[in-house]
């Protein structure tokens, strides 16, 4: 474990408390969430909107076999992108994503003390789940569970996965999802996401800012409409294709399913999409979600579930 | 009767909107389940927290009482050999209930005499009643959402961790056995997760008192009232600290109170340059993300919110600095999307409508706008203020305009008061940006009308059209189904006529709303409407024969319906109108058999008749002009001027006499009568009720 003694006047420091830097929340957590049995895996290297359409997550959730992982996703949601003038928004933010499958009995004290790996004292403040579900329909999925809200800031996502792919689930994972940036800057006390130190001397907006101005730009002005269009029609013939072949390639479907997703994104984004083609949109991208799911499935009962005998990963 | 019973549910974060419903359910349906085995509890309460559910039973007995049951067995026939010894049949019957052979009685069975077995029933204990009802009620609540976890074996609303049942005589001394979800009973609970993180054992409570003890030592405050009332003192306290009072929210002070297990609140103080930005902005910015209330100042918002937390202290000051620091960086978004709202005229705004879809067989929100403008316009005519209708057109075409913006894209809840404060800022003048703000004004029940003569016709031109264009794609709410919120629109509509009021036909108002969709769904919207009147009208008080005769005579100017109907209150009851009730029931019977006949008094000859001929023509005369003034109660005391002539002329003259021609003018007379009473209300529908 990392522990910076920094002395932010500013900040979180309790008696006991040191905030802490964005890169030592990610070390930490990967390291907590690592000692619980979680595989510390790496992102996915593609665009996607959330740590959930990473295989590791989409597909692993699917069927009986036990599985643990964490991992860091930078996540694009090009709507949100605001040329790197709103302190709160991002179109690109990173996400720490945990599945824990099945859900143990005891995982919302377990979240409450990987809050410790980020130097809060749970004793010391206001940790509360509140109702909020969550729902892909690009991805046929929905869970039930809660935002936690430490001392009224939103900081992480805990959700029950109860159907992926359009698949009811069984049995069900704990997905926990930290928003990075926001904890950092909770923690840190900094009223902009671009103040935030990466690590000590090096803010976040030096890392990042430009990416986020450029990103926006491209998004909203700059994309080119009808070749975003052409290439989700692609994608969308090619996944398919994959699943057609006789032993079905799923990890190339559900990369072309990502990548509808991701240009569906752009599209909206760029203001192309009126509200009756986005469902429509939306209803293809998840067809060819739902079919991998359906394929990725098949694959592993044909394997024989290997990760069953194993137990937990 | 000193059996005590506990019984406590707990798991993972109950959603708040889930527990009213969930307390109510668990109480009722235990009550009834008890009911039905003959058990009446000396006190049954429910109890919860946003962790728990909890019952509490005491009064009860050790078993439920001992029960006679006669069971029908063959008929005497078949039962008894002809010599009166029983025939094996007989003996079997016996046999097969367990009673002696001598103890078969005869009784009168559905198809003549039978034998019967009484048998006696012995009362079942009532841990085992109590275990058996738990275990169908628990698992049968009903919750908006339910989910699956770990194994996925189960449903409820959340994981459940433990189950607490104990029952005792006096004192809760024994596990009652059940296992729910999994989870086998035993007698320890949780505390709060902060305050007292370990089991707090509930073997031994005595009494509900002590067991409400037990739970607050461990940081837990089980009685949802208890916990209202602890905030609010809390909420005024602090207030009171920085000389202020808290702006009253009662949604959100009913949602804290189910949010926790410990009522705590916490004073945060706000940057004073935030109050920069428009109250409604600052307000719904701290309710939609944080769920804080806010204080005020003589009438203007303070610098201050209040911050609920489920722990009773803020030993380091973290949750009031951190519940601050939210506040500010969602204060900034905020400020930054106001901002940038700013920089783009409503005119713009309003111009992206043309892809924003109202209703995917309906087209865009600018022709939404656009057909609202009209209609608005129509109104405004027949309302005789066509002096307004710049202000209409303008106010309808950018109505819409702040669903474009950045702040609802936000804050949905904010849609409509953003236009107004966008359409001031713009410049417009008052009729315009305060149409604008109220024109989601009332929200069905909730809430006030508009102030303005602009805001009312817009809001009503508004929910019309969204009525009409639904209805002529025959989307018509029916039981629990109202995907588009209808029956809240036509209130909403309903009460600005009535409470604004609006002083234009409903009936008219519908004509014209469902113009542009070739008029169909029209009547059904009609008779929708008036069934919200008549909701609209009972919610204001009439008693509902009132109402019934009131909307069967008249609907679509709820106003006066409103006023007709609180003068015939006061005065249904009073012995003439239960005359009147019998007479005019005799009236529309006669009509509606035998037709309206022809107004011709010159050839009623008997005395009654012409009495009543002049009556009705004196009456006839006068009622205009009372109608007119809405004179309501003077205008049925009049009517009920008419209960004794008529009385005597049902008495003295028959209507079906041989002769045609006298027969048509009698039923010409009465069908006079009928119109004259059906200006006002159909008296005959009071009678049931008398």
Known sequence: MFVVNSPFDAGLCGRREVPLEL??????????????????QQPYDMEVGAGTMHPETFLRVLGPEPYRVAYVQPSRRPADARFGEN?????????????????????????????????????????????????????????????????????????????????DLKPISAEITYGLERIAMFLQRKTSIYDVEWVAGVPYGAVRHRDEVELSRYAFHVADVAMLRRHFEDWEREGFRCLEEEDPLVIPALEAALK?????????????????????????????????????????????????????? | MSGVFLFELLCEEIPANALPGARRQLASRVRDKLAAEGVEPARLDVFSTSRRLSLWVEGLPKATPERVEEVLGPPVSVAYAPDGSLTRAGEGFARAQGVALEALEVVAGPKGKVVAAKKLIPGRALPDLLSEILLQVVPSLHFPKTMRWGEGNFTFVRPVHRVVAL????????????????????????????????????????????????????????????????????????????????????????????????????????????????????????????????????????????????????????????????????????????????KVPLTAMAEKLTTVAFHAKLGSYAEKASRIEQLAVTMAEALGVSELEGFLRTAARLAKADLGSHMVGEFPELQGV????????????????????????????????????????????????????????????????????????????????????????????????????????????????????????????????????????????????????????????????????????????????????????????EEAERRLAQEVQRVERQLAEL?????????????????????????????????????????GLLAKVQGLFLQLADVSRLQQAN
Request: glycine share 8%; aromatic share 8%.
């Open chain 2, 627 to 667: 109608v007119a003034e809405k004179a309501w109660e003077q205008a049925l005391a009049l009517l009920a001027s008419l209960a004794e002539p008529l009385d005597r002329f049902f008495t003295e003259v028959l209507v079906m006499c041989p002769d045609a021609a006298l027969r048509q003018a009698r039923l």
């Open chain 1, 260 to 313: 509808m997703s991701h240009l569906f994104n752009l599209l909206e984004a760029r203001g192309a999409v009126s509200t009756t083609e986005r469902v429509a949109l939306i209803a293809r991208v998840r067809k060819l979600a739902v079919a991998t799911a359906k394929a990725y499935l098949a694959q592993r009962e044909r394997a024989g579930f290997p990760l069953l005998a194993a137990g937990a990963a």
């Open chain 1, 23 to 40: 890169q030592t929340v990610i070390l930490n957590l990967l390291e907590f969430w690592g000692e619980r049995g979680c595989l510390v």
């Open chain 2, 418 to 605: 953003m236009g107004g404060i966008y359409a001031q800022k713009g410049g417009y003048p008052r009729e315009v940006f305060q149409a604008i703000a109220e024109q989601y004004l009332p929200a069905g029940q909730e809430g006030p009308v508009p102030t303005s003569v602009t805001g009312a016709i817009l809001g009503a031109a508004d929910r019309l059209d969204t009525l009409a264009a639904l209805f002529s794609l025959g989307e018509v709410p029916s039981g629990s189904k109202d995907p588009f919120a209808l029956r809240r629109h036509a209130l909403s509509v309903v009460r600005i006529g009535g409470e604004f009021p609006l002083n234009l036909p409903l009936a008219d108002a519908v004509r014209w709303a469902a113009q542009p969709f070739g008029g169909s769904g029209a009547p059904e919207l009609a008779s929708f409407l008036r069934e919200r009147e008549r909701f609209f009208l009972e919610w204001k008080g009439l008693p509902a024969p009132v109402a019934d005769a009131v909307l069967a005579a008249r609907w679509g100017l709820p106003a006066d319906e409103l006023a007709l109907g609180q003068a015939l209150a006061r005065l249904w009851q009073e012995p003439v109108f239960v005359q009147l009730a019998t007479a005019f029931k005799r009236v529309r019977n006669r009509v509606s058999k035998e037709g309206e006949g022809e107004w011709a008094p010159e050839r009623l000859g």
């Open chain 2, 167 to 342: 029952w005792g005589q006096g004192q809760l001394a024994e596990i009652v056995r059940l296992s729910l979800f999994g989870v086998p009973s035993g007698s320890a609970t949780l505390g709060h997760r902060v305050v007292h993180p370990g089991e707090v054992d509930l073997f031994g409570v005595a009494n509900l008192e002590e067991y409400l003890r037990r739970l607050a030592t461990a940081g837990v405050v089980l009685d949802p009232q208890a916990r209202r009332e602890t905030l609010r003192r809390r909420a005024a306290a602090l207030a009171a600290e920085v000389g202020c009072t808290v702006r009253s929210d009662p949604t959100l002070e009913e949602e804290h109170v189910e949010l926790v297990e410990h009522p705590g609140l916490v004073r945060g103080e706000l940057d004073r340059t935030w109050l920069a930005l428009p109250e409604e902005v600052v307000i719904t910015t701290l309710r939609h993300h944080q769920k804080c209330l806010v204080l005020e100042k003589g009438g203007a918002l303070a610098p201050y919110f209040l911050a609920v937390c489920d722990r009773p202290d803020d030993p380091e000051g973290h949750v009031r600095r951190g519940n601050e620091w939210v506040a500010e960086a969602r204060l900034a978004d905020a400020h930054f999307f106001f901002q940038e709202d700013l």
């Open chain 1, 87 to 167: 302190p709160f928004r991002l179109g690109k933010h990173l996400q720490l994503q945990v599945i824990l499958k099945p859900s143990p009995e005891e995982v919302q004290e377990l979240y409450l003390e990987s809050l410790k790996a980020l130097g809060i004292d749970p004793t010391m403040h206001d940790v509360r789940f509140e109702e909020d579900n969550w729902e892909s329909p690009t991805l046929g999925a929905w869970g039930v569970g809660w935002q936690v809200l430490l001392d009224g800031m939103e900081i992480t996502q805990f959700t029950y996965f109860q159907q992926a792919g359009g698949l």
